[in-house]
């Protein structure tokens, strides 16, 4: 499996592609998932600190639908991409061998 992952890492690196690094270390979808949690995480942090500071009467109520707003953006990402990886996953288990 790793040797395919090579062939199509060169293979992309042949066609201009940067995705060659990471289809050679290996590490480039757990990076990718570990990025997007932080992100998530990031933002909303980022929601809620900005949500406080609306209640102590230091932030405007846009700042606040704005920060909301990201935060369920990223979060309906991070879902979708996770039903996503479900479903290939679950798709590549009922293939016959």
Do not use: K, W
């Not at 992952?5 to 289809?23: D, F, I, K, P, Q």
């Not at 929601?47 to 990223?74: C, F, K, L, P, Y």
């Amino acid at each position: 499996m790793l040797d395919a992952a090579n062939a199509y890492g060169a293979s992309l690196g042949r066609m201009g592609g940067g995705a060659a690094e990471v289809a050679s270390t290996g590490s480039g979808f757990g990076a990718m998932v570990e990025n997007m949690v932080s992100e998530t995480t990031n933002a909303v942090s980022a929601a809620e600190s900005v949500s406080a500071q609306a209640v102590a009467g230091q932030a405007d109520m846009v700042d606040v639908v704005t920060a909301i707003s990201n935060a369920e953006m990223v979060l309906e990402t991070v879902t979708t991409v996770r039903d996503r990886v479900i479903s290939a996953y679950q798709e590549i288990m009922r293939m016959p061998i």
